[in-house]
C-alpha cells in the first residue's frame, strides 16, 4: 500500500568544492509503503547488512517473515525506475517494531532475544536495565488478567542503502507512531513500556587513523544514502581522498556526531535518540567481517560495530520529534 511521497534533490555538489568534484543534481521520488510480501527479499538483505556478519547467528529470513507478517506497522521506502513502478522495487530502506514477548516462542525471537541479552549486558549503561528487560520477554505469561509482564520491549528494526539521503528517516518513525497508536486502539498487542533500537557505528582503522583524509569523515557523510553493494562502494572510494563532514559532524571521542569514544554513528538519527535514552553503547559482532563487509568497508578503512539505544516509551514521541528536528528534510506529502 502506498503511503507518501518527496521529490528530492539528490546528489548536488556541496558549496565550496571544486569544479572537478561537482556532481550533477538528480530529482529522485521516494515513496514509503507498507511491507508486502515483494520485499522479503530486499528485508532480508538490509537485516544482513544491519547485523553484519553476525547475520549468520541468527535466522534472517524467518525474521524477514515477521516484518512482513504486520504488514499495517512499519515502512518501506522504495524509487520508482524505468522498468516498474516503487511498489514494484525492491526497498531501499525499511523501519518497524517488534513485540518480543508477543513472538516469545518463535525460535528466531528467542535466539535474537538472547543474542541481544549477551551484548547487553557489557555495556556499562545498558547492563543494570536491558538484560532483564530482555529477560521478561523470554518468561511465560504472568498469572494477571492482562496476562503479560509489567515491561514489554519493542524492539526496532531499521537499515538503509548507503548513499540513501538521510532525511527519509523521519517520516518512517513519525508514521511509525501513528501505527502504534492506531494499532492500540484496536487493541493491538503493541503497549510497549519500552523502545529499543538495534543500530549500527563505526570506527576508523589504524591505517585510516592515520592517513588523515578518508575514513570516518567521509563514511560520515556517505554511509545512509543509494543502493547497490557496487554502487556503494564506488560512491565511497570516488569520496576517499575528501575530508567532507556530515550533518551529523564527524567529531571523534565523543563529540558532536560520535556514538561512543572513538566511534561513529551509520545513521545521524541515532544522535538524536541518545538524548532521550535510558542507556546506549557499543558492542563487537562476533563473528569475523564477511566478505560483503570487508568489500565495502576495508579500503576506506572503517571497521562496523553493533549499537544498541534503549528507550522508555512515555519519551519515545519526543525522541522522534528530536530525529525530525535533527535531519530535517520537512514533512512528506500524503
Given at each position: 500500500?502506498?503511503?507518501?511521497k ?60 515477521l ?8 515502512s518501506?521506502?522504495k ?8 511498489k514494484?522495487n ?10 518480543l514477548w508477543?513472538?516469545r516462542?518463535?525460535?528466531?525471537v528467542?535466539?535474537l ?24 520477554q523470554?518468561?511465560?505469561a ?12 519493542g524492539?526496532?528494526?531499521?537499515e ?8 527519509i528517516?523521519?517520516?518512517?518513525y ?70 567532507r563532514?556530515?550533518?551529523?559532524g ?8 560520535s556514538?561512543?569514544s ?5 545513521h ?27 568489500r565495502?568497508y576495508?579500503?576506506v ?18 525522541a522522534?520529534?528530536?530525529?525530525q528536528?535533527?535531519?530535517?528534510g520537512?514533512?512528506?506529502q500524503?
Open positions: 500500500m502506498g503511503k507518501r518527496i521529490k528530492q534533490a539528490d546528489g548536488a555538489a556541496s558549496s565550496g568544492e571544486s569544479s572537478a568534484d561537482e556532481e550533477d543534481t538528480l530529482d529522485v521520488s521516494f515513496e514509503w509503503f507498507d511491507p508486502q510480501e515483494i520485499d522479503f527479499h530486499g528485508i532480508k538483505q538490509l537485516l544482513k547488512q544491519l547485523l553484519d556478519a553476525d547475520h549468520e547467528l541468527l535466522d534472517v529470513s524467518k525474521l524477514a517473515d516484518v512482513l507478517a504486520q504488514p499495517l506497522l512499519g518501506t521506502v524509487v520508482p525506475d524505468d522498468a516498474n513502478a516503487a514494484d525492491d526497498p531501499f530502506a525499511f523501519l518497524t517494531v517488534l513485540n508477543e513472538h516462542e518463535k525460535p528466531e528467542k535466539t532475544t538472547q543474542y541481544l541479552k549477551r551484548h547487553a549486558a557489557h555495556i556499562p549503561s545498558l547492563s543494570d536495565k536491558l538484560p532483564s528487560l530482555l529477560q521478561h523470554t518468561e511465560p504472568p498469572d494477571t488478567p492482562e496476562k503479560q509482564p509489567h515491561a514489554q520491549l524492539l526496532i528494526l531499521t538503509r542503502f548507503i548513499n540513501m539521503p538521510h532525511e528517516t523521519p517520516p518512517m513519525t508514521m511509525l507512531l501513528e501505527e502504534i497508536q492506531w494499532a492500540l486502539e484496536e487493541k493491538e498487542p503493541y503497549d510497549f513500556t519500552h523502545y529499543l533500537i538495534l543500530s549500527k557505528t563505526y570506527t576508523q582503522t589504524p591505517d585510516a587513523e592515520h592517513d588523515g583524509d578518508g575514513g570516518a569523515a567521509e563514511m560520515a557523510d556517505e554511509h545512509g544514502e543509494d543502493g547497490g553493494d557496487g554502487a556503494q562502494q564506488q560512491q565511497l572510494k570516488k569520496k576517499k581522498a575528501k575530508r563532514k556530515s550533518k551529523a564527524a567529531a571523534v571521542n565523543g563529540g558532536p556526531g556514538a561512543e572513538g566511534s561513529f554513528f551509520f545521524p538519527e541515532d544522535e538524536a535518540l541518545h538524548k532521550h535514552a535510558v542507556g546506549h553503547g557499543d558492542f563487537k559482532y562476533e563473528r569475523a567481517d564477511s566478505e560483503e563487509s570487508r565495502l576495508q579500503e578503512g572503517v571497521k562496523p560495530l553493533g549499537h544498541m539505544i534503549l528507550i522508555e516509551a512515555e519519551r519515545f514521541p519526543a522522534v520529534k528530536d530525529v528536528d535533527f535531519i530535517g520537512g514533512p512528506v500524503a
